[in-house]
């Protein structure tokens, strides 16, 4: 996004701006390369699961446990002094002739957390993993918002050691106050600077996958969803940082995203491979004959991967780059109820 | 295949190639030129490669199937030029049927420590290598021993140490090569057997084995000997010296089978003292030496070439020889001049009697003619028979035959020697069938005229025609022929053929008194007892495998009789590459085999094999 055309949006016309699909892709054209307007108005209609009551102390449209004000009745309990009249339950009255107050449910928010893997390896793929993981986070995000609830992004790695791998943002806004502006965002009317942050986020740097997974998990105040976007191609492994979020009470999605390369290396011979984001080689002779060896040993790496998740409650998707977007968000998803 | 199973190299300076080996290690060692590519994280590979390459140099080779194969074709390669090949020559047969030559000839230093010890390490190779166990695969072996007779040693046995006890109970004797027995056992036991072949373990020095020329007998040849360096001596007699009468003539040839001219001595002993020793050349020719010597009683002559050879056997041979006596003949005629005058020259020393008819009484005669007339009493010794009807001989009947006309006579037998009938016209003859005791010396197309042979213990000469109707007479051939009918006819020259045999042959003597055992001192010295049938007419000794002088003691006869190798065939030590079975069955030695049985083609089919699939496995790899 341009900068002048990000001065002409205001809160209230993004609103507009999303509903109406002809003008967002006149005027937001790099919107419909995130995510296209026919597929938004269908994630309008969805809504995310959650297992769990919502714990947020924020006023939202998910069921709690706390009791307050909203139009569903919970329970009643004895008048005490000073209790709001308007909550008294006349008929009850009239009937016992005792002064009973009607409770109802506090509808709260849901806090929903989306860790993003903007490394190097993520920057491979064509589409790239990276866009590819940044078009779900955007439909999550988007879900999220149009349901009232809390969107938070966790981008890893951070921004300086991002920038210092050579990553320049094409629109010049500095990436480190892009992603404090993702931290928090709530409401639909925030759908268009959400989609904005997200679009100028670069991948680079050095992932640690672990580390971003444990500090996100610390600094939520409450436990809600968490969506995983990355590779998982960490060489200290996956397991401490799920295992972080599952501890600190998430409900996790995870998202493997692979770039059809890795699925089916294409390049054969005597090969000096340099790993993206450490720099270290691998030498290896590749031949057509070896490649089912190798789609084996991915279809086992992956395998792992989904065992641990189901063995702890995490949804688990593996997918390429260049799987159809709407197909995995309208379909897999929704099959495996992470939002219907 | 072999079943012997030690490996040579015919070329075994190829396994320098070998040092090429480290060669293709450090050329997989060394960095090949790579594509570098950037790829999004190496952890994929990294667990793709942990399978197929380690860190470390040498375990990276660990997983290297190129590198395997490139090894295992070069290792072919080498083998393939070392030229490998089996030493033991044998086949998968399920019966082998080892014949192991124990003539004199195999008692040559030629091999270490001599062709005979060789001879039995091959056999203990093929026996290492029989296959025992059950079913079809298992082996057997049949171990024959071959000298001047074949013995079976072990009969077919897959048990090994059955076999090796055999084998190293075999012992090389100093007789002659007679192979027909056992080759004929051989192919008794093979012709049953499809699955079978015959082991011929000898340096070939044999007599021409016709009969076997046209038979289809699977015969393998492994030849022992590297060389011919030997001379000897081919045969030994004692005559009376015709010069001198009083003296004795001792007769040797000596054949040189070395290639190269000998100067030597050759010594005369009589019962172990030296009477002469003669200095001779011989070139490659049989040489014949005549030594003179006076005999002043029955002893034994030797002979001895001093003459260090690769077989000793030959250089030595001994005779016994009996002192000369007058042989007494009765003439029983009606008078024939022309025959008392031939059998007064007949001998040097002729005591001839002469009677009208032969009565029971007289003294005893060693032999008799009978001329023209049928004696009262048949003579009980040997008989020259002219014109005499004896119904006995000739179970087959006799007739009469006008003017026969002589078309054959068989000039090869002692009798005939030196004699011709060409001019022989006979004017009236007996016609006889010829009897199984004899065989006829002169045909005509009707009959027999003269027949010889054994009837009992008799010598018999019957001449069919009266002399005197003939002009045999008159010829030259007719005293020869009466010469020689004495000397084939005198007891003592029988008995002295009797004192001499081949080394390996049976010694037969009539028994004249019943006796129950016989006494014999082998040359070694050691003295045993052999028992008799009392019933039995004859002694036969068939142990006589060692040459030399065998005393013989039956009853209160003694005797004595010598071994000896005395063959020309054996002489010759030349090893030979073939064994001729005729005039066009040939048996090539098993050297040949040997390079049959080479298997470099293999190796170096192996390695184009090899080579194949490395390409292969390459174009795999990088395609």
Redesign the interface.
């Known amino acids: 996004m341009d900068g002048s055309l990000a001065g002409e949006l205001d809160a209230g016309r993004l609103a507009g701006a999303v509903g109406a699909t002809g003008l967002a892709e006149r005027r937001i054209p790099w919107m419909s390369a995130l995510i296209t307007p026919e597929l938004l108005r269908r994630l309008e209609q969805i809504q995310l699961l959650a297992a769990r009551r919502s714990k947020s102390s924020t006023k939202g449209e998910r069921r709690s446990r706390a009791r307050g004000l909203s139009v569903e009745f919970a329970d009643h309990r004895n008048y005490v002094s000073g209790d709001d009249l308007r909550y008294l339950d006349w008929n009850l009255f009239g009937r016992l002739d005792r002064l009973f107050l009607k409770l109802y449910e506090e509808e709260r928010e849901l806090p929903v957390r989306i860790f993003l893997d903007a490394s190097?390896?993520?920057?491979?793929?064509e589409p790239t993993?990276f866009k590819f993981a940044r078009q779900i986070a955007a439909a999550v995000g988007y879900v999220a918002l149009c349901g009232f609830d809390r969107v938070a992004v966790n981008v890893f790695p951070a921004a300086p050691a991002r920038i210092t791998t050579g990553a320049v943002t094409a629109d010049r806004i500095p990436q480190a106050a892009v992603e404090g502006s993702l931290r928090s965002i709530r409401g639909k009317k925030s759908a268009m600077t959400f989609f904005q942050n997200l679009s100028s986020l670069t991948p680079g740097g050095v992932a640690d996958f672990n580390g971003s997974l444990k500090r996100g998990a610390l600094e939520a105040r409450q436990a809600g969803v968490a969506i995983v976007l990355s590779?998982f191609?960490?060489?200290a492994g996956y397991e401490p940082g799920l295992a972080s979020l599952i501890g600190r009470g998430f409900q996790v999605n995870a998202v493997q995203i692979l770039?059809p390369?890795?699925l089916n290396p294409t390049?054969?011979?005597?090969?000096?491979?340099?790993?993206?984001?450490?720099g270290?080689?691998?030498?290896?002779?590749?031949?057509?004959?070896?490649l089912p060896?190798?789609q084996r040993?991915?279809a086992s790496?992956v395998q792992r991967l989904r065992d641990y998740a189901s063995g702890r409650g995490i949804r688990f998707f593996s997918v390429s780059s260049s799987t159809d977007l709407g197909e995995l968000l309208l379909k897999q998803l929704r099959a495996q109820e992470v939002w219907g | 295949m072999a079943p012997v199973s030690v490996m040579n190299f015919l070329s075994p300076v190829a396994f320098w190639f070998g040092l090429a080996l480290p060669a293709v290690v450090v050329f997989y060692l060394l960095k090949?030129?790579?594509?570098?590519?950037?790829?999004?994280?190496?952890?994929?590979?990294?667990?793709?490669?942990a399978e197929t390459?380690a860190s470390a140099p040498f375990q990276r080779l660990r997983h290297n199937g190129l590198l395997l194969l490139q090894l295992l074709l070069l290792l072919l390669a080498v083998l393939a030029l070392a030229r490998p090949y089996f030493s033991g020559m044998a086949g998968e047969a399920a019966l082998q049927v080892v014949i192991l030559d124990a003539s004199a000839s195999m008692q040559c230093v030629d091999e270490s420590p001599n062709r005979f010890e060789k001879a039995k390490a091959g056999i203990r190779q093929l026996i290492d290598g029989l296959k025992t166990g059950q079913g079809p695969k298992n082996q057997q072996m049949l171990l024959m021993v071959a000298g001047a007779s074949s013995e079976v040693r072990q009969s077919a046995t897959s048990e090994k140490s059955a076999l090796r006890r055999a084998l190293d109970s075999a012992r090389v004797t100093d007789s002659p090569t007679r192979l027909t027995d056992a080759l004929r056992v051989a192919e008794e036991r093979t012709r049953a057997n499809t699955s079978s072949e015959v082991h011929l373990f000898s340096d070939g020095a044999i007599p021409n084995l016709d009969e076997f020329g046209s038979r289809d007998l699977k015969l393998i040849f492994h030849r022992v000997g590297q060389r011919s360096n030997n001379a000897g001596i081919v045969s030994l007699d004692v005559k009376s010296n015709p010069d001198d009468p009083s003296r004795r003539a001792i007769f040797a040839s000596l054949a040189n089978h070395s290639g190269a001219l000998i100067s030597t001595t050759m010594d005369l002993l009589f019962d172990d003292r030296l009477v002469e020793s003669k200095p001779l050349t011989l070139d490659t020719n049989v040489t014949p030496i005549v030594f003179s010597a006076s005999q002043p009683q029955d002893g034994v002559f030797r002979v001895r070439l001093n003459h260090a050879d690769d077989l000793a056997a030959d250089n030595e041979a001994c005779v016994v020889s009996l002192l000369p006596k007058p042989v007494r003949i009765l003439l029983v005629s009606r008078g024939n001049r022309f025959l008392e005058k031939a059998l007064n020259a007949a001998a040097s020393a002729v005591e001839l009697s002469t009677a009208a008819d032969l009565t029971g009484s007289g003294p005893a005669m060693d032999l008799t003619v009978l001329d023209d007339v049928t004696p009262s009493v048949w003579p009980a010794g040997n008989v020259l028979a002219i014109h005499v009807a004896q119904t006995n001989w000739f179970p087959g009947g006799m007739g009469r035959l006008e003017a026969p006309t002589i078309v054959d006579w068989r000039n090869t037998h002692p009798l005939l020697r030196f004699t011709t009938f060409e001019n022989v016209q006979v004017a009236e003859s007996f016609s006889i069938k010829t009897p199984t005791w004899g065989v006829s010396l002169v045909d005509s197309p009707q009959s027999p005229l003269i027949v010889a042979g054994e009837y009992g213990r008799q010598r018999i000469v019957w001449i069919g025609f009266e002399t005197l109707n003939s002009t045999w007479p008159l010829r030259i051939s007719f005293p020869i022929f009466i010469a020689n009918a004495v000397d084939w006819l005198n007891p003592a020259s029988a008995r002295a053929e009797q004192f001499k045999v081949h080394a390996g042959d049976a010694f037969h003597l009539p028994i004249l008194e019943p006796v129950t055992h016989a006494r014999i001192r082998p040359p070694s010295g050691v003295e045993f007892t052999v028992p008799i049938d009392p019933k039995a007419r004859e002694f036969v000794f068939g142990g006589t495998g060692k040459q030399g002088i065998y005393q013989v003691t039956l009853g209160t006869n003694g005797m004595a009789f010598a071994a000896n190798l005395l063959d020309a065939d054996e002489s010759n030590t030349r090893p030979r590459d073939q064994i001729a079975f005729g005039r066009r069955g040939e048996i090539a030695a098993s050297t040949l085999q040997r390079a049959n049985l080479e298997y470099w083609r293999w190796f170096a089919i192996a390695g184009l094999g090899v080579m194949l699939s490395e390409w292969w496995w390459y174009?795999?790899?990088?395609?």
């Open positions: 190097e390896s993520m920057n491979f793929g993993k590779d191609l960490d060489p770039a390369e890795e390049t054969f011979g005597d090969l000096r491979l340099v790993d993206s984001e450490t270290g080689l691998e030498e290896v002779t590749f031949g057509k004959y070896r060896a190798y040993m991915v790496f | 090949r030129k790579r594509v570098v590519r950037v790829v999004p994280s190496t952890l994929l590979w990294q667990k793709f490669l390459q174009h795999r790899r990088t395609a």
